[in-house]
């Protein structure tokens, strides 16, 4: 059974870092694309960052660029996102996601491809403290 297991969430103050993982189980990243989305209490799930695994292009959203990065180990089983200048606003639940056959772009133009997004973690939870 293929799954994504998130970890490395927790409380951080404002200004720190945390490193987001996601894994994958009973398969390999490759051939995939892999999302991080998060979702604020009241508020609607956000797309923050989208790495293809097949030529490693990757995209942000604004309000996270030059903050965010998002990269993958060797083994191709773990994706990571490094959140550094963490903001009161950064605070949410945190979801990876991982499909084949669809490209980053694909996202922006046509939000509404996300329901057909094939596995999702279960959600990790960083709050940063102002």
């Known amino acids: 059974e293929k799954q994504l297991v998130e970890s490395g969430g927790g409380l951080v103050e404002t200004g720190g870092s945390l490193r987001l993982s996601c894994a994958a189980r009973?398969?390999?990243?490759?051939?995939?694309?892999v999302l991080w989305f998060r979702q604020a209490p009241g508020k609607e799930r956000e797309k923050l960052s989208c790495?293809?695994?097949?030529?490693?292009?990757?995209t942000y959203v604004d309000s996270v660029k030059g903050r965010f990065v998002i990269s993958n180990d060797k083994a191709e089983t773990t994706v990571f996102l490094q959140m550094d200048s963490l903001k009161s606003d950064d605070t949410a639940v945190y979801y990876c996601?991982?499909?084949?056959?669809?490209?980053?772009?694909?996202?922006?133009?046509?939000?509404?491809?996300?329901?057909?997004?094939?596995?999702w973690g279960q959600g990790i939870l960083v709050t940063v403290s102002s």
């Open positions: 009973g398969f390999t990243f490759r051939d995939y694309i």
């Open positions: 996601a991982a499909t084949p056959g669809l490209d980053c772009p694909v996202f922006d133009i046509m939000p509404s491809v996300t329901k057909d997004i094939d596995l």
């Open positions: 790495m293809n695994l097949i030529d490693h292009t990757t």
